[in-house]
């Protein structure tokens, strides 16, 4: 049976954890909403925090979510926004996406944000969405491109962290620029009714950049990427350092500006 391959690049570390928080299905999965109605069987993949899953959970009910991934302890913290939401129509289990346990035909709808760039067999991945979603459904996965990510004003030291970052991920078995490959990964996992798409998110007010910023250099230095990092032989503690010193530098430019681009892909099965 297919195993994860791939290491999670960022770790559940409370700067990464503060990032995943944010995301709800109106900043993070718009273009799947359209797709959703009440009554409809739903499984979340790569859930994590749980904070998008509660509002699929509220767009699909009286249907049912199924929220999975593949780290346990943050399952805990998913049902506890699960909870907080008043959504008591999710359940939560452990599951590889490479060889997920779900027969076939399971779900109406099958979602998966940030998750492929992440995994060592994306189009596996997407052969199992495909598996479980029932004929006449729809798998939606969104990620991120690493490498189109753009910001204003220019800090040398960022263009090192997208360069780092990207080395990082990579040798983890994952691959940062996911966003510009889902389509190609579709089409090789075999679906052909695909509709690809991309959407951004962008911060730019005070609020956003000390947010975004602070995270990021929290991130730097103190969660499982800062380690993978070092113990990788990519870079120094030190190195880190001046990066995370970089993002603070950006976050207090009064014209600063920084655009995180995804793609987006809903696969008719």
């Not at 753009?150 to 800090?155: K, L, Q, Y």
């Not at 690809?196 to 991130?219: N, V």
Request: hydrophobic share 40%; with cysteine.
């Amino acid at each position: 049976m297919p195993k994860e391959t791939a290491v999670y690049t960022h770790g559940h570390h409370e700067s990464v954890l503060r990032s995943h928080r944010w995301r709800t299905a109106a900043n993070s999965a718009a273009y799947l909403l359209a797709e959703l109605r009440p009554g409809q069987d739903l499984l979340d993949v790569g859930c994590g925090p749980g904070t998008i899953t509660a509002d699929l959970a509220a767009l699909v009910a009286p249907g049912t979510v199924t929220a999975v991934d593949a780290a346990e302890g943050v399952l805990d913290r998913a049902r506890e926004a699960v909870a907080s939401a008043g959504a008591d129509n999710v359940r939560f289990t452990v599951a590889d996406v490479h060889a997920l346990d779900f027969p076939d035909d399971s779900f109406d709808i099958v979602h998966a944000h940030q998750v492929l760039q992440h995994v060592g067999d994306p189009v596996q991945a997407l052969r199992e969405l495909r598996r479980v979603c029932r004929p006449g459904g729809v798998v939606a996965a969104r990620d991120a491109d690493y490498g189109a990510f753009t910001w204003f004003p220019g800090v040398p030291a960022l263009d090192g962290w997208q360069e780092l970052y990207r080395r990082v991920a990579r040798a983890n078995g994952g691959e940062p620029d996911a966003g510009r490959r889902l389509l190609s990964w579709a089409r090789q996992a075999g679906f052909t009714g695909i509709t690809s798409t991309a959407t951004t998110w962008c911060f730019a007010t005070p609020d956003e950049r000390a947010w975004w910023s602070g995270l990021w250099a929290d991130r730097t230095t103190a969660s499982g990427y800062a380690g993978l990092a070092v113990g990788g032989g990519h870079t120094t503690p030190e190195g880190l350092d001046e990066i995370a010193e970089a993002w603070r530098e950006w976050g207090a430019a009064e014209d600063g500006w920084f655009m995180v681009p995804h793609g987006e892909i809903l696969c008719q099965v």
